[in-house]
């Protein structure tokens, strides 16, 4: 018992000196945009241990560990209360072994393992938050094992979000343990300008819901978008990303049954595009061929992964029909054409120009320009590799002419023949 009553004296001390003190965080952490799972959009609050586990088995069976996926994270529920100590205790039914178990089995496995709080008193599904706990609770999350923390922002009334987030990141940094901190507060204070110092990762929207558009939202205040409005918040946020610290349009809704086959390969591609973190949220259990192929494409994830660590942005806005550009290592680059129609088009494009045109039933489409970037061009020559397709579609010195689907993207990787 004396020794449990000087760990807490040294927790509140911990705390009050650290008040005062620079925020730290862990260096040498996602230096690519992180990969997993995480419990939240397919079971909510309705998990246990063995669904946890579950899912850590079949992330390896699947060859999703091998595609680069690594965590498995669970989300809200998973508290029962704290101890007379004030030390945060898991569910003893949904989690009889206790929480270090788990992990313990997800390192087992090869994978690392990640936990939710919330830095009000309050978590979302109103369980205990960390708020006054930051210390404590950074102890334990270390002590179990954990690799990665989702921080959320409900129940804050009053507080600052820089100076919360970064409470608890000096928390994990004095805990000694390294751990990815995902910093959840729904970009509401803009993360971006003043989170690279505290987290490795932080929303840019609110949650992401299974579905493809919400009709009458408004862009930046619709807390349940669907996949366009999330990324369409992604509009000119790219200088904010790259090793160790990404923008985060929120999780994969690849597999939920929401979006057709077209939109969950564009949802997928689009935030690999984005160098997004790729957090799978289906039920890896009873995951579909469809859904599987996506999700582990592995020229798809080696561009999301790739070490330069640039976030891709839009180049070409066409009103419904968009073209992103990715920067990749070695001065190669990834070009993604999206379609937003509801129709398939003709699309035609110019690489030494850098322009689009496209047609329906052989007819012209008029594109009005949103967007048109100039300082994308391509110099010498380059080889095109759908990566959709998986195959050799020419090089730069002829026009790139394809049908584009619906609700679809053609995503081409160039690798550079010519020296610039």
Known sequence: MRSTKLSIITIVLVQVACL????????????????????????GCNINENIIRYAADAMVSSGMKEAGYSYILIDDCWQAGRDSLGFIVADPEKFPSGIKALADYAHYKGLKFG??????????????GSRGREFQDAMSYANWGVDYLKYDWCNTEGQNASES??????????????????ICEWGLSKPWEWATEIGHLWRTTGDIQNN???PDAKEGKCW??????????????????????????????VGNGGLTENEARSHFSLWCMLAAPLIAGNDLTQMDPVSKDILINQDMIAID???LGKQGYKI???????????????????????????????????????????????????????IDRKDNYIEGQYSV?????????????????????GHDVIVLRLTSVTKK
Not at 229 to 253: R, S, T
Not at 335 to 357: A, G, K
Request: glycine content about 8%.
């Open 20 to 43: 005062n003190a620079y925020t730290q965080k862990f260096e040498n952490l996602a230096l690519t945009p992180p990969m997993g799972w995480n419990s939240w959009n397919k079971f």
């Open 115 to 128: 936990i939710y709080s919330c830095a009000g008193r309050k978590t979302c599904g109103n369980n205990p």
């Open 165 to 182: 987030y970064s409470l608890m990141s000096d928390a994990l940094f004095e805990a000694g343990r390294p751990i990815v901190f995902s």
């Open 212 to 214: 493809w558009d919400i």
């Open 224 to 253: 349940a978008g669907g996949v366009l409005i999330n990324l369409d918040m992604q509009q000119g946020l790219e200088k904010y990303a790259g090793p160790g610290h990404w923008n985060d349009p929120d999780m994969l809704e």
């Open 305 to 307: 992964q790739d070490k």
């Open 316 to 370: 070409k806005d066409y009103g419904e029909i968009e073209v992103y550009y990715k920067p990749l290592n070695n001065s190669n680059m990834a070009i993604c054409f999206f379609n937003r129609l509801d129709y398939p088009v003709q699309v035609e494009f110019d690489w030494t120009s850098m322009s689009l045109s496209a047609t329906r039933d052989s007819k012209p489409l008029l594109l009005g320009s949103k």
């Open 385 to 405: 590799w759908n990566v959709w397709q998986k195959k050799s579609v020419g090089t730069t010195s002829q026009k790139f002419i394809a049908s584009l689907q």
